[in-house]
């Protein structure tokens, strides 16, 4: 870590943890006027901020637990998102095959209130509930841009065609898709415009105190090095490792916790050919969804488990990815099996802990906790989920600004992430200038990088004529300049920041090639730095 001269300069805000609540936060703070300084013990979104099921959505079934305001927020969420990224959100119809085995999972509000004034129906979900909860799904959020739901002859539509033959007819929907780790990493380069700092593969070894201010002990993973830093509060966004920075880091003795839950997901290959998602429900009461991924790819998923160690890194197990395979072939007229999973991921969601009884039914709604015991204010995030991670920073902004003069009021609504400054309707039309700007593009690379950078695509190819112009080839249309852009404006270190969150080429990248990235990376990282201890006279 190098020691700056700002070093013993206090900040406004300290925000420990770089996934989507900590860098959301950061973006509205430093946006508002605050000076912000965030760290990260790993690379951005490293951990469940990667890691979800990739969707701006309201919740569906959260509405069996009663959790309207929740949904209506996420609800009203999804468009302003997606108006704000267009490039790395967009609108998704999901098909609910029905079937009259549907089942509630365990006892739901919903199910008990079911059981007693309809005691026959105990248990199950009848049709009747499943349109009454659309029509909810349909006006609870004022929507404006996504269609509504309607009714869906698998016998006739292109939904039906892979599906089992028991299925006549299904409910269609709409949610939106969302890049997840790209979405982090483009709050976090808007938060540096707004002059945040961002120190990836930070760790905040230790936090007290001294004299009104928080004094941060900051490790940098790579060489061991430590700095001081101070802040006037400071933010816990540390996900999964919440409890572990408050009791441990911080110092702070508190009743409040997190229920650590896991989903785990499969990618398999390609299941169907056309564009829509599934929402399949189980004789469990359980339910998955199928969704094409990455153009040649559907991920299937998502599981919950309760996870009792944060220092565990998720995995998908075996008895997971069965379970999934089992679900799916329950609905796909060919069943899925062990050998079309090409890739698997879990991740750990850290739910406020509200004492339910299952991992499934604990709440999804986020709790934001001020202590200033210490001496010095602290704002802790307690879960939380993707698609409301604006609205709690706004919240959070809220609990923030009464300790600082003149805070300005909420910004972000509508404001374009970098890149997204063009029509939801417009990728189509941005794709086609890409490639008649940059002939040497096919059609696939084009709408990769549209897809991932927006109307930055171009910024990032420059000058180029030719992909020759790009610098070394790594595969998979990855190359020299855009790796070095990730480099240099995203925080990307290492190769796996670049296949696996940047962008998903790991699934197309062999691991020698992602070697041969990694190499190129750290040795360019190592020539950046000396460069930059010559220039400073070190």
């Known amino acids: 870590?190098?020691?700056?001269?700002?070093?013993?300069?206090?900040?406004?805000?300290?925000?420990?943890?770089?996934?989507?609540?900590?860098?959301?936060?950061?973006?509205?703070?430093a946006g508002r006027g605050l000076s912000v300084a965030l760290a990260e013990q790993g690379d951005l979104a490293s951990a469940t901020s990667s890691a979800s099921t990739k969707l701006f959505h309201g919740g569906l079934r959260y509405l069996e637990y009663f959790e309207f305001r929740l949904v209506r927020e996420a609800l009203i969420e999804r468009e302003v998102l997606l108006a704000a990224m267009p490039h790395i959100s967009w609108p998704m119809r999901f098909v609910l095959p029905y079937h009259k085995d549907m089942r509630f999972e365990a006892e739901t509000p919903t199910s008990r209130l079911l059981g007693v004034v309809?005691?026959?129906?105990?248990g199950r979900r009848p049709a009747w509930l499943i349109r009454l909860g659309l029509f909810l799904y349909d006006h609870l959020g004022g929507r404006r841009i996504l269609p509504g739901t309607a009714t869906v002859d698998l016998a006739r539509d292109p939904a039906g065609a892979p599906l089992q033959d028991r299925?006549?007819?299904?409910?269609?929907?709409s949610d939106c898709w969302v890049e997840d780790s790209r979405l982090v990493v483009l709050n976090a380069r808007d938060a540096a415009a707004c002059g945040a700092e961002i120190l990836v593969r930070t760790e905040v070894v230790s936090a007290r105190v001294e004299d009104g201010l928080w004094t941060l002990v900051l490790r940098d993973a790579d060489t061991g090095e430590t700095a001081t830093r101070r802040a006037r509060m400071a933010v816990n966004a540390a996900g999964p490792w919440v409890e572990q920075v408050l009791r441990g880091t911080l110092g702070i003795d508190t009743g409040e916790g997190v229920r650590l839950v896991r989903g785990s997901h499969i990618v398999t290959r390609r299941l169907y050919d056309h564009d829509k998602c599934y929402f399949f429900q189980g004789e469990d009461g359980r339910i998955i969804f199928a969704i094409p991924y990455e153009t040649d790819f559907t991920l299937i998923g998502t599981t919950d488990a309760d996870h009792t160690d944060a220092s565990v890194r998720p995995e998908c197990t075996p008895e997971e990815r069965d379970y999934l395979l089992r679900f799916a072939s329950a609905y796909f007229r060919t069943p899925v099996t062990a050998d079309d999973v090409v890739w698997t991921y879990s991740g750990v969601r850290p739910l406020y802990d509200d004492g339910a009884s299952s991992a499934t039914a604990a709440?999804?709604?986020?709790?934001l906790s001020v202590d200033t015991a210490a001496g010095a204010p602290l704002l802790?995030?307690?879960?939380?989920?993707?698609?409301?991670?604006r609205r709690l920073a706004e919240s959070a902004l809220d609990k923030i600004a009464p300790f600082f003069d003149a805070v300005p009021g909420p910004w972000t609504a509508g404001v374009a992430l970098p890149g997204g400054d063009f029509p939801v309707d417009g990728v189509?039309?941005?794709?086609?200038?890409?490639?008649?700007?940059?002939?040497?593009?096919?059609?696939?690379?084009?709408?990769?990088?549209?897809?991932?950078?927006?109307?930055?695509?171009?910024?990032?190819?420059?000058?180029?004529?030719?992909?020759?112009?790009l610098g070394r080839p790594f595969g998979a249309s990855l190359t020299e300049r855009e790796v070095r852009w990730l480099m240099e404006r995203e925080f990307a270190r290492r190769a796996e920041d670049v296949v696996w969150r940047r962008s998903?080429?790991?699934?197309?990248?062999?691991?020698?090639?992602?070697?041969?990235?990694?190499?190129?990376?750290?040795?360019?990282?190592?020539?950046?730095?000396?460069?930059?201890?010559a220039a400073s006279g070190l």
């Open 1 to 29: 870590m190098t020691r700056g001269s700002n070093d013993d300069v206090p900040v406004d805000l300290f925000v420990i943890g770089g996934g989507i609540n900590g860098c959301g936060i950061a973006r509205d703070a």
């Open 118 to 122: 309809m005691p026959w129906m105990k």
């Open 504 to 533: 998903k080429l790991g699934l197309r990248l062999s691991a020698d090639a992602i070697a041969a990235l990694d190499a190129f990376m750290t040795g360019s990282a190592a020539g950046a730095g000396a460069d930059r201890a």
């Open 428 to 469: 189509a039309e941005l794709i086609a200038e890409l490639q008649a700007a940059y002939p040497f593009l096919d059609a696939a690379w084009a709408r990769r990088l549209v897809r991932a950078y927006g109307t930055e695509a171009a910024d990032m190819l420059g000058d180029a004529r030719s992909d020759a112009d």
């Open 380 to 389: 802790t995030v307690f879960g939380g989920k993707i698609t409301t991670y």
């Open 167 to 173: 299925f006549s007819h299904a409910y269609e929907y």
């Open 363 to 367: 709440t999804r709604d986020y709790v």
